[in-house]
């Protein structure tokens, strides 16, 4: 049974470009959490979202920052006009939605912003 | 705006040693999480705990959940190089499905 799988795991953007984070949850699962991590701190949440819905975006900055996770592929988390500070590693969760919600992480991408 | 607290913040002990873990809130969680997180790579789960009171053991590790499911300690016994890492706890608010994750305690085990 494959885990959750991220890509890319190192992506390098410049001021101003985009950037696309791809998760594919574990097999089953239907729910997808998006968190970030900087360095020596602990992980923020950020967005949680089911297939084709976004349930609760409170920790996602509302400028620049989306997500989603459509019928058919993986979850996206997209930021436009990249700054320095969005340099972190971004890690998705996946979990089977099914009580206590127990989470399962993917290997985490880390953007650099130069 | 909830928050959990871990303490120490780091710790560095010789091998063999024991250790306990803090993790404490002012909030109630339906279900508390820890997980390991080594550099580089995403954390692993390691046990839930659903039940005020509850205690899980898993190999030197033991896990317990305050009673009043505010608080949760991790306790390592005879600590070895392998169990190096940032622990995590994350609590889980009843029917909102989004997770709280702690301050992080970084440990490091002395051969």
């Known amino acids: 049974n494959a885990g959750v799988m991220q890509n890319p795991r190192h992506l390098v953007r410049r001021r101003g470009q985009e950037a696309r984070l791809r998760c594919s949850p574990m097999?089953?699962?239907?729910?997808v959490y998006w968190y970030r991590q900087l360095p020596e701190e602990g992980l923020k949440f950020m967005v949680y979202?089911?297939?084709?819905?976004?349930?609760?975006e409170s920790g996602m900055p509302k400028e620049r920052f989306s997500a989603e996770f459509p019928k058919e592929g993986p979850s996206i988390l997209r930021i436009q006009q990249v700054v320095r500070g969005d340099s972190a590693a971004y890690f998705c969760?996946?979990?089977?939605?099914?009580?206590?919600?127990?989470?399962?992480f993917g290997p985490g991408t880390r953007l650099t912003v130069t | 705006t909830q928050l959990l607290e871990q303490s120490p913040q780091f710790l560095s002990i010789q091998e063999g040693e024991n250790l306990t873990v803090y993790c404490n809130s002012s909030?109630?969680?339906?279900?508390l999480q820890w997980y390991r997180q080594e550099p580089g790579e995403g954390p692993v789960l390691l046990v839930t705990v659903v039940t005020g009171g509850e205690v899980k053991k898993l190999k030197r590790l033991t896990f317990q959940f305050g009673d009043a499911r505010k608080d949760s300690s991790l306790h390592i016994t005879a600590a070895q190089p392998g169990d190096t890492g940032l622990y995590l706890c994350?609590?889980?608010?009843?029917?909102?499905?989004?997770?709280?994750f702690g301050t992080g305690t970084r440990l490091k085990v002395l051969a």
């Open positions: 097999k089953g699962h239907s729910h």
């Open positions: 969760a996946s979990s089977p939605g099914q009580g206590p919600y127990e989470q399962y």
């Open positions: 909030s109630v969680f339906s279900s």
């Open positions: 994350a609590g889980e608010s009843s029917g909102t499905y989004k997770y709280i």
């Open positions: 979202l089911q297939k084709e819905n976004i349930i609760d």
